[in-house]
């Protein structure tokens, strides 16, 4: 949405996602000290003649969308029967 409203010439997009876990004491910048943490390795190609200057930004608003920002932050689920 943000390259369409720039006018920018993205001609695609990848993002690749690989999950893991890892012990939260083998996390060095991890709030979790104990168990297990969730890691996401994300990979991000942008395909048109962009310069450097656009890919930057595009990777800022990468980290800005609310999908990053959820997964980012502590998640609690809440159960209830209904």
Do not use: N
């Amino acid at each position: 949405m943000y390259a369409d409203r720039k006018k920018w010439p993205v001609e695609g997009i990848e993002v690749r996602l690989k999950h893991s876990r890892t012990h939260a004491e083998d996390c060095a910048d991890c709030e979790t000290e104990e168990g297990f943490v969730d890691v996401i390795d994300r990979s991000i190609a942008f395909e048109g003649p962009l310069d450097d200057a656009q890919r930057k930004r595009l990777m800022e608003i990468a980290d800005r969308c609310p999908v990053h920002r959820t997964l980012e932050g502590e998640i609690r689920i809440r159960t209830s029967m209904a």
